[in-house]
C-alpha cells in the first residue's frame, strides 16, 4: 500500500532547513537559489539522467503546502519510498497535535503523590514516539 499525504496542515508544518538537511545527507546537491523563494535541488542518479526537486522556502507562502506536496511525491518515487516515510523523515514540529497515550513509566513517585516526570508513549505519523512531562496528582485512597 502507497499512502499518499495530501493534509495542508501537515505539509505547511515542513522545515524547509530540515528538507535541506535531509537531502544533502542523501547525496543531493544544490543547483541554484531563486531569490528567497525557493532552491534547486539535483541528484545525479546515472549517467543520462538528473532528479530535480524545488525546495520552496517561505512556509506562510500561499504556495508553499502545493510545492512541498510535490517535493514529497517526487521524492518518494525516486527514493522507491512512501510518502509517509518521507514525511516521517522531515516532520519535526507539529504544534497544536493531539495524540493519545499510555503512561508507560513514572519516576520518582512520594507517598500519596504521583509526581515527578512522567512517560508517555504514543503515536504519530504512524511511529511510535516517547514524551516526558512533570506532573504532580493528589491520589486518595477508596474504600
Not at 86 to 112: A, F, M, R, Y
Request: glycine residues 4%; negative net charge; aromatic residues 4%.
Amino acid at each position: 500500500m502507497n499512502l499518499i499525504v495530501k493534509d495542508i496542515d501537515l505539509l505547511k508544518n515542513i522545515q524547509p532547513e530540515t528538507v535541506a538537511n535531509y537531502l544533502k545527507n542523501q547525496g543531493w546537491y544544490q543547483q541554484r537559489r531563486i531569490e528567497t523563494q525557493a532552491i534547486i535541488w539535483v541528484k545525479n542518479a546515472i549517467e543520462s539522467s538528473n532528479f530535480t526537486l524545488v525546495l520552496p522556502l517561505h512556509p506562510e507562502g500561499s504556495d508553499f503546502p502545493i510545492t512541498m506536496n510535490l517535493l514529497v511525491e517526487n521524492l518518494a518515487k525516486i527514493e522507491e519510498k512512501s510518502q509517509l516515510e518521507i514525511i516521517q523523515k522531515l516532520i519535526t514540529n507539529l504544534p497544536n497535535l493531539e495524540v493519545q497515550g499510555l503512561i508507560v513509566e513514572i519516576k520518582s513517585p512520594q507517598g500519596d503523590r504521583l509526581s515527578g516526570e512522567i512517560t508517555l508513549m504514543g503515536v504519530v505519523i504512524n511511529k511510535v514516539t516517547y514524551s516526558h512531562t512533570n506532573h504532580s496528582v493528589q491520589c486518595g485512597l477508596l474504600a
